[in-house]
């Protein structure tokens, strides 16, 4: 069996109980070096991921198809929002060869440290798909509430400004979110060109009143 685990955030006492249940009791554990660092694993148990992670996970299920054991996939944050249970649904994985074991996303995160009801915002992400773009300037100019990951928050904030959002309209960076250098910011949108952020982040837009 295959379980795609999410993994929460990043802290790992956001870490569910069936997670960490799953990862104790499975034969293999893949996963970056920061997601493998949440638990207490046997070092021979460890398969690391690194960038080239789609054609490594295609090998590493294909080399253990036939083999009865257990392989636990780490997933930051919740595997179904830009998490890797698309990744392996798209290497040709049937959904009865599979669990998903939900967890706690930055998205979750992000609403409880700014203390919005998340259901009330249009959610989209643009990790790996620039195409999503286009979508979430529409939202903007619609006056729609808005949180979305972005992908490159330089370059998005650029597409926005240059296809007619007002530079000085606010947006909230929620940056490393449950780590150390965990950093939330609110500011104009040409302010945050400015600045430099990590991959790791949530951005949250409000509506114009």
Known sequence: ?????????????????????????????????????????????????????????????????NKNINIAILSTGDPCFSGLLKTILSLGVRKEDIEVISGISSIQIAAAKLKISWEDYEIITLHGKEENRKKL???????????????????????????????????????????????IVRDS????LKMDFSYLCVCVLEGDE
Not at 28 to 52: H, P, Q, W
Not at 189 to 192: F, Q
């Open 189 to 192: 949108l040409k302010n945050l």
């Open 1 to 65: 069996m295959i379980y795609i685990v999410g993994i929460g955030p990043g802290d790992k006492r956001y870490l569910t109980l069936m997670a960490i249940e799953i990862v104790k009791n499975s034969d293999m554990v893949v996963g970056s070096k920061r997601a493998l660092e949440l638990f207490d694993i046997e070092e021979d148990k460890k398969c690391y991921l690194t960038k080239n992670l789609r054609e490594e996970l295609k090998e590493i299920i294909n080399s253990t198809k």
């Open 137 to 183: 300037l529409n939202l903007i100019k619609n006056n729609q509430k808005v949180i979305f990951l972005p992908n490159n928050l330089k370059e998005d904030i650029e597409y926005l400004i240059n296809n007619g959002v007002n530079p000085e309209k606010e947006m909230t960076v929620c940056e490393n979110l449950t780590y150390e250098n965990e950093r």
